[in-house]
Structure formats: structure tokens, C-alpha cells
T-cell receptor
Framework: ETGVTQTPRHLVMGMTNKKSLKCEQHLGHNAMYWYKQSAKKPLELMFVYNFKEQTENNSVPSRFSPECPNSSHLFLHLHTLQPEDSALYLC?????????????FGQGTRLTVV | AQSVAQPEDQVNVAEGNPLTVKCTYSVSGNPYLFWYVQYPNRGLQFLLKYITGDNLVKGSYGFEAEFNKSQTSFHLKKPSALVSDSALYFCAVRDTADRGSTLGRLYFGRGTQLTVWP
């Protein structure tokens, strides 16, 4: 248990559905991240929030919409996804965006788009 | 450009033998270096990091890594492998010279699948 909790663990959705992924951390961290992990590809950084402010959007399609209502919670809203969006979505947090500290990862949400 | 290379997709070792998982990096400034491990259907778990000081850092589960500035490497090692060490290992670097939108970003390697056979 790393202190970063993601729900749901598994999600199957159709291309016309709307769903949300949730991430929660109780570590007192100020920075939160969304990563996408696809088979045979490197980890892709999607979004970064520092003190609830989005500091990075790594050219992610608009069908992915992040929300960070406070430093402890991060959401990823999904709509009209494509089959190639099927992947493991990982949330992470760290003490700060520029700090020397490591990031702590949640267990991920395995997303399948059908 | 900042990058991390893990030259081996797969490493196979026998239980009880020493293991090495290789990592090289390229950054503009000084690197902060990290190793993570991922078990099937799980998130990444932090193993160890190098920030400054002693080039040999020790981490969780008996792992250690050696920072070599001249070779820009940060190889992960363990003196005696266990079957339970079988997992996917990621090297990552944070570039202290990053500015603007890339400030603080962690750059990950593609991962190395370690298999320890009994």
C-alpha cells in the first residue's frame, strides 16, 4: 500500500460512454500526476497538477479531461474514447513538482475500450 | 534532450546469482535518479534513489544501485536474486536543469523484465 488509491481497478467502457477515474492520496503531497501505460510502450506522462494548478498537459487529446478539486484528489474524465486508449492508467503523487523526492504510484486502473 | 535508456528488454538470472539491470541517462544538468519495480497488474513501487553523495545507494528488498557520472549510468544490482524479484523494473531521471513546462518531470525508461528462475 503506497498511500495512493485509484478506483476503479478495472473499467470496460464503450466508445460513446462517459466515465471517470478517481485518485486519492493521504500523504500530504502537493503534486499529482496521470500516466498512461500501454503494452510495449514507455510510460507516458499525461497531466501534472501542482498545488491544484495544472502545470503540464502533455499534448493529450481532449477526450481526456483532468480535474483536481484539491491537493488530495485527482480525476480523469473520459468521453468518446477510442480502442487505442485501452491501457493501464496510473496516478502518482509527490511532495512537490521540483523536489528531490520520489513519486508514489497507485495500483492503476485497467481500462478497456470496446 | 533528456532521456533514459534501459538497453535490455529482458534479463534472466538463476536464483542465488547476482543480477544487474542496466540504465543510462542523458540530462542537461545534474540528475536525480530513481528505480521503480512493477509487479503484474500493480502500480510502480519505489526502490531507491540517487540525489547526491555516495555513489552507491541502497534500497528496498536488498537492491542497490551505483551512480557513475562519467558513464552516465545508474545500474541496479542485487548480490543474490530471488524468484520473487521477478518483475518489471523502471529507471527514471529528473533533470535539475529543467525549466518551464518540463520542470520537475520524471523521464522513464521503457522497462526491463527481470525473470529469476529457480
Amino acid at each position: 500500500e503506497t498511500g495512493v488509491t485509484q478506483t476503479p481497478r478495472h473499467l470496460v467502457m464503450g466508445m460513446t460512454n462517459k466515465k471517470s477515474l478517481k485518485c486519492e492520496q493521504h500523504l500530504g503531497h502537493n503534486a499529482m500526476y496521470w500516466y498512461k501505460q500501454s503494452a510495449k510502450k514507455p510510460l507516458e506522462l499525461m497531466f501534472v497538477y501542482n498545488f491544484k494548478e495544472q502545470t503540464e498537459n502533455n499534448s493529450v487529446p481532449s477526450r481526456f479531461s483532468p480535474e483536481c478539486p484539491n491537493s488530495s484528489h485527482l480525476f480523469l474524465h473520459l468521453h468518446t474514447l477510442q480502442p487505442e486508449d485501452s491501457a493501464l492508467y496510473l496516478c502518482a503523487s509527490s511532495q512537490g513538482y521540483r523536489e528531490r523526492t520520489e513519486a508514489f504510484f497507485g495500483q492503476g486502473t485497467r481500462l478497456t475500450v470496446v | 534532450a533528456q532521456s533514459v535508456a534501459q538497453p535490455e528488454d529482458q534479463v534472466n538470472v538463476a536464483e542465488g546469482n547476482p543480477l544487474t539491470v542496466k540504465c543510462t541517462y542523458s540530462v542537461s544538468g545534474n540528475p536525480y535518479l530513481f528505480w521503480y519495480v512493477q509487479y503484474p497488474n500493480r502500480g510502480l513501487q519505489f526502490l531507491l534513489k540517487y540525489i547526491t553523495g555516495d555513489n552507491l545507494v541502497k534500497g528496498s528488498y536488498g537492491f542497490e544501485a551505483e551512480f557513475n557520472k562519467s558513464q552516465t549510468s545508474f545500474h541496479l544490482k542485487k548480490p543474490s536474486a530471488l524468484v520473487s524479484d521477478s518483475a518489471l523494473y523502471f529507471c527514471a531521471v529528473r533533470d535539475t536543469a529543467d525549466r518551464g513546462s518540463t520542470l520537475g518531470r520524471l523521464y522513464f525508461g521503457r522497462g526491463t523484465q527481470l525473470t529469476v528462475w529457480p
